[in-house]
């Protein structure tokens, strides 16, 4: 028996490298038909041409960009039936001592591009009764130092698509978020490089939060969400429990706890972080 996305059309965002890049050899492996968007330009072309695919470069937080790229898309393949809005970033450093256009910027890529997707893409998926998914995370149900813009935009991402779900449901149209922990992918690769204190942070956390998964194996499960147009999706399945306990990661006893180690850790990551001279991961496309 076939894949239900066998001669479907995926358009997918941040597809040039990790969670997208491999969610589109695996989306093709299965029979669809793709349309990669993103910013490294090389590197979507050689994989289109790999995949006897469109790409479109394009940043996510240009609407007319977007608009365009869908535009392309339908023109190629005349539909779109599945979309996956991955383009995202993480920036370095905090609100006290990163910089705050770097912080700003995370929110833009990560919430406010998904935002713009949606926008371009809901007529398409309309006409076809289709699929959003947005690629949320882990980080949207708890908060870690270090990482407020992103936990923001990720917490952003999930409630947007809860209600984007409920404003296009009448019309046939699907919308799930992703939520996965720590993909082992360039971003992540790059913080660990960036920050030792990353990886030392990492090994104290416990459950799935504190370890790292493989990015065939998130791959896998995304396109399995999206051929069963999943509501979430979660990446191991176990972080399900971390969403269910949010209410004590987010309470003042996770406070007080994870307190303790930020008030060591804090200080080391912001000395790395300047010390970087870049906000951003050495893969990280930002413009």
């Known amino acids: 028996m076939g894949s239900p996305i066998a001669g479907r059309v995926v358009l997918i965002t941040g597809a040039a490298r990790g969670i997208g ?59 779109v039936d599945a979309v996956v809005a991955n383009a995202g970033v993480a920036n370095r450093g905090t609100v006290a001592v990163g910089d705050i256009d770097a912080l700003v910027r995370t929110v833009q890529v990560n919430l406010i591009g998904v935002m713009r997707t ?11 009764r289709g699929y959003f998914l947005a ?73 799935p939060l504190g370890r790292i998964q493989s990015v065939q194996r998130c791959a896998e499960m995304l ?4 051929e069963r147009r999943r509501r979430r999706i979660y990446v191991p399945r176990s972080v399900a429990a971390v969403q269910a306990l949010r209410t004590i990661t987010l309470s003042p006893l996770a406070d007080r706890v994870i307190g303790r180690e930020a008030s060591t850790s804090i200080p080391r990551m912001e000395a790395e972080s300047k010390a970087l001279g870049r906000s951003f991961g050495a893969h990280t496309a930002t413009s």
């Open 21 to 79: 890049e491999h969610t589109a050899r695996l989306a093709v492996a299965r029979g669809a038909r793709v349309a990669l968007v993103g910013l490294e330009e090389d590197r979507l072309k050689a994989l289109a041409d790999e995949l006897g695919a469109v790409s479109f470069h394009c940043d996510v937080t240009d609407q007319a960009a977007l608009d365009a790229a869908v535009r392309g898309t339908l023109e190629a393949y005349g539909r």
């Open 118 to 128: 949606a926008s371009a893409t809901a007529a398409a998926l309309i006409a076809r």
């Open 135 to 207: 690629i949320s995370s882990a980080a949207a149900f708890t908060a870690l130092p270090g990482m407020a813009a992103y936990c923001a935009s990720k917490a952003g991402v999930e409630q947007f698509c809860n209600a984007f779900r409920l404003e296009v449901a009448h019309l046939g149209v699907r919308v799930g978020s992703a939520h996965p922990s720590w993909i082992d992918t360039d971003l992540v690769r790059d913080a660990g490089e960036d920050m030792p204190s990353f990886h030392e942070s990492l090994g104290r956390i416990p459950g």
């Open 223 to 226: 396109v399995d969400g999206i």
